[in-house]
Structure formats: structure tokens, C-alpha cells
T-cell receptor, first 112, second 114 residues
């Protein structure tokens, strides 16, 4: 089955700086890669996703890049703000698979 | 997660007792999932359902069973709770399979087994 590794497990950045979280996956058939944000005491919520037919996708301060050859994808957050502090999860799946495989999460702390 | 509720939100129980967690959705989504979240392990799939009375196992299904008699309700049962099942449990729904579609998560249930 699919295996998703996520790094780092914790990340602290100064407010206004950029943050990068990286994930690798094992199943070359995977073609859907979502990122979820989990705030304290809440369930995860989708913030951005990318499919294997594109290499990069942006949504305001958030971007995701995908390298299919190397089987890794990354989340980039620019101009970080205190409300970006949360746990972030990457995941992978492929068409026809009802399940998502999640990474182990990254706790991002924004230092004011 | 406005359309997904979980009950109870917190529960403390003793080893060996049965426990049932309930997930209720108002989104009419076909797919429903139960995950557990533990430090260092992220979100791990316990069981999922792809329709009424249609369920399948996830990666950590031992010690758990599920039932789905109505589209809106998905029950997770621990037949005889153990301390290793102390965790935060999340229910999620989806309009179709995980391959390319968003999953929507409930607020979670914190279960402590003493």
C-alpha cells in the first residue's frame, strides 16, 4: 500500500517568514495530493490540493509543488501570520481508491 | 465541519467495557470514514463505508467494528476497550472515493480508556 512520509515534525518560523513542509510518497499510481490544516481542538480541514497533471498550484499565500519523478510534494506558506500556527497533514491517493493515506503531521508555530 | 457531528465529544471508560461512538452527517455524502489520531502517527484509517451497509477495513481495524444502517449515521464500536485504544477519533465524509475528492472532518471524540 501507499506510504507517506512527512518532514519536519515540528517547525518554528518568525512571523513574516516562509515555511516549507515536505512529503514523499511510495505509490507511483498516486495522483491526488491534498493538504489539511488542523487547528487546536478541531478536525482537519482541506486548504489546498494538487493533481498529478500539474506541477504547482497557488492560493494566495499558500502554494503546493509536485515532483512526480522524485515522488515528493511540498507545501509553501509565505508571509506567515500567527493564525497559520496549526498542525498540517499531507495525504496521497489515486483515482479509484476510496482512501487517503496521511503523513504524520507537522506542528507549525509562528513566532510573533 | 458544520454538517458533521460526533457524539460523545469526550468519554472516559474502563478497560473491558464496550464503547460506541456516533457520527452523524447532514451532507448526504456517500462515503464515511473513521480515523484515530495519535502523536507520531498522524491520522490512521480504522474503517470506512461506501454506502448503507457497505463497509471495509482500514489499516488499524483490529478491535473495532462499524455499522451504517442509514446514510447519515456511521457508528464505531469498541467491543472491549483497551488502553491502547485511548486516542482522538475523527469521523469524515466524502462525496466519492478518496482518489481526488475532499474529505470533510467532524470535531473529534477524545476517548480515554483507564
Amino acid at each position: 500500500g501507499e506510504n507517506v512520509e512527512q518532514h519536519p515534525s515540528t517547525l518554528s518560523v518568525q512571523e513574516g517568514d516562509s515555511a516549507v513542509i515536505k512529503c514523499t510518497y511510495s505509490d507511483s499510481a498516486s495522483n491526488y495530493f491534498p493538504w489539511y490544516k488542523q487547528e487546536l481542538g478541531k478536525g482537519p480541514q482541506l486548504i489546498i490540493d494538487i493533481r498529478s497533471n500539474v506541477g504547482e498550484k497557488k492560493d494566495q499565500r499558500i502554494a503546493v509543488t509536485l515532483n512526480k519523478t522524485a515522488k515528493h510534494f511540498s507545501l509553501h506558506i509565505t508571509e506567515t501570520q500567527p493564525e497559520d500556527s496549526a498542525v498540517y497533514f499531507c495525504a496521497a491517493s489515486h483515482t479509484g481508491n476510496e482512501k487517503l493515506t496521511f503523513g504524520t503531521g507537522t506542528r507549525l508555530t509562528i513566532i510573533p | 465541519d458544520a454538517g458533521i457531528t460526533q457524539s460523545p465529544r469526550h468519554k472516559v471508560t474502563e478497560t473491558g467495557t464496550p464503547v460506541t461512538l456516533r457520527c452523524h452527517q447532514t451532507e448526504n455524502h456517500r462515503y464515511m470514514y473513521w480515523y484515530r489520531q495519535d502523536p507520531g502517527h498522524g491520522l490512521r484509517l480504522i474503517h470506512y463505508s461506501y454506502g448503507v451497509k457497505d463497509t471495509d477495513k482500514g489499516e488499524v481495524s483490529d478491535g473495532y467494528s462499524v455499522s451504517r444502517s442509514k446514510t447519515e449515521d456511521f457508528l464505531l464500536t469498541l467491543e472491549s476497550a483497551t488502553s491502547s485504544q485511548t486516542s482522538v477519533y475523527f469521523c469524515a465524509t466524502g462525496t466519492s472515493g478518496g482518489g481526488g475528492n475532499e474529505q470533510f472532518f467532524g470535531p473529534g471524540t477524545r476517548l480515554t480508556v483507564l
